[in-house]
């Protein structure tokens, strides 16, 4: 009887611990007074099952309304839907929200260089010559358009060679899509079947992919335990950070050879004008210029310009085979304003309303970057709700470009969404497929010009059908950081 009483004891003192443990722990990460509201999170996980990807999100809005707040781990996260919450977010408060959080495995990948994921005075200062930089290169020497142009020649002639036989297009894109950025960075371009180059594009693809993997959501909130247990050391963060160290080595190799004829009185490309900026900011230690960054600066363009293009023009390809009398309006307004023979340029966008609608579209519907993540850098309200200073806040971008109050026809594929009465281009308040505000993709200017050269230089030249026998492809996404399509194969005739 003792022996069972002892045991009893214990029990209850073990029972007594452990309820004591998880009053500890809600009392220490309890929400704050009219924090935004969301699900119970269970003890130490918090909202983990919930979900990671914008479903999830819908999901849970859907419930709590679009101002809600999840626990990933021990973290406090605040997401944003709609457009009027997300503009509120991104526009109307964005001084608030200009900071980017940085997760433990970005945090290992950028080493806290570059540009995405630097805050403050020294983001301030890369952002503001980067963005100076492409200004000069695309408005002043128009270096950037004769670059991209060129590289549509090489694209066309690689769709060419294809001889109508179905083919998988995501390579090619793919590799003039980073062309492009290669020669914004280096003042140079690649032969598509060069092996470093087509082995640098697969680390980029692979790592994007697994970017959304659920071990890798893990790893962000537990990085301690996977660092820790044997079992999950090698999991696709891993991958990850081997893929992206290989990718930065490459550029670092690079810049290496640009120093060694580097003129300071002409400056051909990025890394050549970076260079030169780190002589003259050498005193500004705070600014960031140094050989270190200028790698990771690089990496950040090429993270931000090459996917986003090529799923983009993949979607495109998509959207025209499942709709080709969107195809043959576009092929139409090229034959009247461009004609069969003349480099596409971008002056010609203005007078091509219907094609800037349907790449407009394209993006809208691809919602390739479905949500983007900030971090309050003061305490704030949104939507009434309190949310403090250092909070998490992720925009779902994708319920704006599919807010059924400011779309049409939201679900659907309808180039109409930016054309008037008239049939002229108008812009729309709730486009924002490169995010809004001071913190919006640096690259867009280039990623537009790029989209648009090379959907009018490949339309221009070939019709895109399906392979014979074949079905229109899925237009379901695959990835979940990044929503690329599944793969698919088609058949381009010359016109």
């Known amino acids: 009887m003792l022996l069972l009483m002892d045991c009893l004891d214990l029990k209850s003192c073990l029972l007594g611990i452990l309820l004591l443990l998880l009053l500890v722990d809600f009392l220490k990460h309890r929400n704050p007074p009219n924090f935004p509201p969301g699900p119970w999170p269970l003890p130490f996980v918090g909202n983990l099952f919930t979900g990671f990807g914008y479903q999830a999100v819908d999901k849970v809005a859907k419930r709590f309304g679009n101002v809600f707040s999840l626990q990933w781990g021990r973290e406090r996260v ?61 408005e002043g020497k128009k270096t950037l358009e004769l670059h991209v142009q060129l590289e549509c020649n ?15 297009p995501q390579v090619i894109i793919n590799s003039a899509a980073a062309n492009s950025i290669v020669s914004l960075v280096f003042g140079k371009r690649f032969d598509y ?17 697994l970017t959304g993997h659920p071990l890798v959501q893990c790893y962000n909130i537990f990085p ?33 050879k640009h120093k060694k ?24 230690t705070e600014a960031g210029f140094h050989s270190e960054n200028l790698a990771y600066c690089c990496f950040d363009l090429f993270e931000a310009g090459i996917e986003t293009v090529t799923n983009t023009l993949l979607w495109a390809l998509l959207y025209i085979l499942n709709h080709p009398e969107v195809q043959e309006k576009v092929q139409e ?14 002056a010609d966008r203005v007078n091509m309303p219907y ?37 998490k806040v992720i925009v779902n971008l994708s319920s704006v470009l599919r807010d059924p109050s400011e779309w049409e026809t939201a679900g ?52 895109i059908s399906l392979s014979p026998g074949k079905e229109p492809p899925s237009l379901e996404p695959q990835g979940t950081a990044i929503l690329s399509p599944e793969p698919f194969t088609i058949s381009a005739s010359t016109r």
Not at 227 to 246: E, F, Q, T, V
Not at 250 to 256: G, Q, R, Y
Not at 276 to 282: A, F, L, P, R
Request: charged content about 25%; overall charge positive.
């Open 355 to 391: 094609t800037d609608a349907v790449i407009h579209e394209t993006q809208r519907m691809a919602n390739i970057l479905p949500l983007n993540a900030r971090k309050t850098n003061k305490d704030t309200t949104v939507g009434g709700y309190f949310i403090p200073q250092g909070t």
């Open 224 to 256: 301690w335990l996977f660092k820790r247990l044997p079992g999950l050391r090698s999991g696709p963060h891993s991958k990850i950070l081997s893929n992206n160290a290989k990718i930065v080595s490459f550029l670092k190799k690079e810049i290496e």
């Open 78 to 138: 605040v997401f944003v839907s709609g457009y009027k919450m997300v503009k509120d977010v991104l526009l109307t408060q964005g001084d608030h929200f200009l900071d980017r959080p940085a997760s433990p495995l970005c945090s290992e990948v950028f080493r806290d260089f570059g540009i995405s994921t630097s805050n403050g005075y020294r983001w301030r200062r890369q952002r503001q010559f980067s963005v100076g930089h492409l200004k000069q290169f695309s």
């Open 261 to 284: 004829d580097w003129d300071p009185f002409d400056h051909r490309d990025f890394s050549d004008s970076y260079i030169g900026e780190i002589d003259k900011k050498k005193r500004d």
């Open 412 to 463: 659907y594929f309808n180039p109409e969404h930016f054309l008037d009465e008239h049939g002229h281009f108008r812009k729309r308040k709730a486009f924002f497929p490169f995010s809004a505000g001071k913190r919006a993709c640096l690259g867009e200017p280039l990623a537009r010009m790029e989209l648009f050269l090379f959907f009018t230089s490949l339309l221009q030249r070939f019709t």
């Open 193 to 209: 079947g060069t092996t470093d180059f087509q082995d640098l594009l697969q680390l980029r693809q692979e790592s994007m992919l």
């Open 333 to 346: 307004e090229i034959d009247s304003v461009i004609g069969p023979s003349r480099q596409p340029c971008s």
């Open 154 to 168: 090489f694209l066309c002639q690689a769709f060419k060679q294809e001889m109508g036989v179905p083919f998988n």
